[in-house]
């Protein structure tokens, strides 16, 4: 990804131009961030802007990531691009996308640094997954995949830790800057949060990412459980991976012990939006215990009667 010079006149966008932006990235996120949306309710005006716009970017990044149509090699280089716009648009060069003008005037605003943005876009490229070559040269003239892509696996907790750094942790540093803290002690409790956001995530997911080529449990717990990850994707039995799914769930929870830590540390007015992400997502986690970790035969998820509770609780802590 390439440094971009400094533009010789700055460009400023006008207030209308901004509040266009803020629209378009406040649409993005409402009809796109299922969870996150109810924190972000609750937060100032300023701050809901911001995050909206963050939001709306990492969308950006992981529609690009994540589209079927193009190939492998292809998506890199549109990332790349992307990336490099919000550079050339940060630098102070003119642009007319809105996602890049709010999320550069939020990057000002709070201080967001910009090696975590990056970080967010290459969060996403390690989802890539590498194509067979004649996967890439017969893209698009048959339904029918017969060259299967290389998956995405770790070899162990650790480099599945370091992928959700990049993917989640960074979101919450993100996220942090904008909440607003003081100490330093914040940032690793951030991080860790992030982490049991994405392990609820790849629980939920098991199934629908491995139909996808993308196998994020670890192969040592794998082997652990005795569990081979081509199975995964067409389990009939859920019963079987029920104690490996308990095991990464309780590292889950390990980590969200972070989030009640962590919600101390940043400023009064962003509490109550902290306190409703925690809440939704451990609730998730919950959920899929309670269902004994069925996560084969349906698609988990808070009902809106679930989601509107904790947001109403999380509502009163701002009112207080």
């Given at each position: 990804?390439?440094?971009?010079?400094?533009?010789?006149?700055?460009?400023?966008?006008?207030?209308?131009?901004?509040?266009?932006?803020?629209?378009?990235?406040?649409?993005?996120?409402?009809?796109?961030?299922?969870?996150?949306?109810?924190?972000?309710?609750?937060?100032?005006?300023?701050?809901?802007?911001?995050?909206?716009a963050v939001y709306a970017f990492m969308r950006?990044?992981?529609?690009?990531?994540?589209?079927?149509?193009?190939?492998?090699?292809?998506?890199?280089?549109?990332?790349?691009?992307?990336?490099?716009?919000?550079?050339?648009?940060?630098?102070?060069?003119?642009?007319?996308?809105?996602?890049?003008?709010?999320?550069?005037?939020?990057?000002?605003?709070?201080?967001?640094?910009?090696?975590?943005?990056?970080?967010?876009?290459?969060?996403?490229?390690?989802?890539?997954?590498?194509?067979?070559?004649?996967?890439?040269?017969?893209?698009?003239?048959?339904?029918?995949?017969?060259?299967?892509?290389?998956?995405?696996?770790?070899?162990?907790?650790?480099?599945?830790?370091?992928?959700?750094?990049?993917?989640?942790?960074?979101?919450?540093?993100?996220?942090?800057?904008?909440?607003?803290?003081?100490?330093?002690?914040?940032?690793?409790?951030?991080?860790?949060?992030?982490?049991?956001?994405?392990?609820?995530?790849?629980?939920?997911?098991?199934?629908?990412?491995?139909?996808?080529?993308?196998?994020?449990?670890?192969?040592?717990?794998?082997?652990?459980?005795?569990?081979?990850?081509?199975?995964?994707?067409?389990?009939?039995?859920?019963?079987?991976?029920?104690?490996?799914?308990?095991?990464?769930?309780?590292?889950?929870?390990?980590?969200?012990?972070?989030?009640?830590?962590?919600?101390?540390?940043?400023?009064?007015?962003?509490?109550?939006?902290?306190?409703?992400?925690?809440?939704?997502?451990?609730?998730?986690?919950?959920?899929?215990?309670?269902?004994?970790?069925?996560?084969?035969?349906?698609?988990?998820?808070?009902?809106?009667?679930?989601k509107l509770s904790i947001f109403g609780k999380?509502?009163?802590?701002?009112?207080?």
């Open positions: 990804m390439s440094s971009v010079a400094q533009f010789p006149t700055p460009f400023i966008p006008t207030e209308s131009q901004l509040h266009m932006a803020y629209s378009v990235c406040r649409g993005i996120t409402r009809s796109q961030a299922k969870n996150f949306y109810y924190g972000f309710l609750v937060l100032p005006k300023r701050k809901r802007q911001a995050l909206s950006r990044c992981d529609d690009i990531a994540d589209d079927p149509a193009l190939a492998a090699r292809d998506r890199k280089q549109k990332l790349d691009a992307w990336v490099d716009a919000f550079h050339a648009a940060e630098a102070g060069h003119p642009t007319d996308d809105p996602v890049l003008l709010a999320v550069v005037d939020a990057q000002r605003r709070f201080g967001i640094p910009v090696g975590l943005l990056d970080q967010l876009a290459f969060g996403t490229a390690m989802d890539v997954e590498e194509e067979n070559p004649e996967q890439d040269q017969n893209r698009g003239q048959t339904k029918d995949q017969n060259y299967p892509r290389h998956p995405i696996q770790y070899r162990n907790f650790q480099e599945l830790e370091r992928y959700c750094y990049n993917v989640a942790s960074v979101v919450g540093l993100v996220c942090i800057h904008i909440f607003g803290y003081k100490d330093g002690a914040a940032e690793p409790l951030a991080e860790r949060l992030g982490l049991a956001f994405q392990l609820t995530n790849i629980i939920r997911d098991v199934k629908e990412d491995a139909v996808l080529g993308r196998v994020y449990l670890p192969q040592d717990d794998l082997a652990q459980f005795g569990i081979p990850a081509a199975e995964l994707a067409t389990m009939t039995d859920p019963t079987r991976l029920r104690t490996l799914l308990e095991f990464e769930a309780q590292r889950a929870f390990e980590n969200y012990r972070a989030g009640d830590d962590l919600l101390h540390l940043v400023s009064e007015d962003s509490q109550p939006a902290l306190w409703v992400l925690i809440n939704i997502y451990r609730s998730l986690l919950q959920k899929i215990v309670r269902l004994n970790y069925d996560v084969f035969t349906r698609k988990v998820s808070l009902t809106l009667r679930e999380g509502f009163l802590k701002r009112m207080l």
